[in-house]
């Protein structure tokens, strides 16, 4: 059982929207450490697409963005494309734990 | 180009050691924190282990702490995880990756990650 609550599965049609859900708690997100989020796509590495919430590194299309409320944060995707098809996780720290905790993932589609 | 090179996976019996090597290049490698994260098949990811650039800090994650040792050696450019009693649900791929951030390290990143070295652990 993750920490943090990601949705399995997002989908949609090329060109449009989709958003992934973070949910955590008063001991991590909530307790205002950064969130980040990681894009892995099949059979490769993660890679750093989004840092401390709302920051994209050298190299990322700003078609990615995050955002950061009291426990939860979201990534968005906008002009959905079929290369970001891919698992997403968001990663943050945890006080309780005393360490960096994931989110469970969660599978993009394009349809 | 930075890069990271993870090596040492492979096949051991439940109970064994393993020592898994990850070697950088490209940056300054005593000047950043390293860590260790894996997946296990079909599974999310899990941090496992994290040091200061200086190796005098380390943290670990709840599953591995008192097994596994993470240690570095800085002129050698290289990051190690010693892992002892390892058990079945060890089985994974091992990421290393170098952390980035400024403060607390409670607020790191993983910004560069190798392409992992598979760890099975079965009879």
């Known amino acids: 059982q993750s920490v943090l609550t990601q949705p399995p599965s997002v989908s949609g049609a090329p060109g449009q929207r989709v958003t992934i859900s973070c949910t955590g708690s008063s001991s991590n997100i909530g307790a205002g450490y950064d969130v980040h989020w990681y894009q892995q796509l099949p059979g490769t590495a993660p890679k750093l697409l989004i840092y401390?919430?709302?920051n994209r590194p050298s190299g990322v299309p700003d078609r990615f963005s995050g955002s950061k409320s009291g426990p939860s944060a979201s990534l968005a995707i906008t002009g959905l494309q079929a290369e970001d098809e891919a698992d997403y996780y968001c990663?943050?720290?945890?006080?309780?734990?005393?360490?960096?905790?994931f989110g469970s993932g969660t599978k993009v589609t394009v349809l | 180009e930075v890069q990271l090179l993870e090596s040492g996976g492979g096949l051991v019996q439940p109970g064994g050691s393993l020592r898994l090597s990850c070697a950088a290049s490209?940056?300054?490698?005593?000047?950043?924190?390293m860590t260790w994260v894996r997946q296990a098949p079909g599974k999310g990811l899990e941090w496992v282990s994290g040091i200061s650039g200086s190796g005098g800090s380390t943290w670990y994650g709840a599953s591995v702490k008192g097994r596994f040792s993470i240690s570095r050696d800085n002129s050698k450019n290289t990051l190690y995880l010693q892992m002892n009693s390892l058990r079945a649900e060890d089985t994974a791929v091992y990421y290393c990756?170098?952390?980035?951030?400024?403060?607390?390290?409670?607020?790191?990143?993983?910004?560069?990650w190798g392409q992992g070295t598979t760890v099975t652990v079965s009879s």
């Open positions: 990756a170098k952390f980035r951030g400024s403060g607390s390290h409670h607020y790191y990143r993983m910004d560069v």
């Open positions: 990663q943050s720290y945890d006080t309780s734990l005393s360490g960096y905790v």
């Open positions: 490209g940056f300054t490698f005593s000047t950043y924190a």
């Open positions: 401390a919430n709302d």
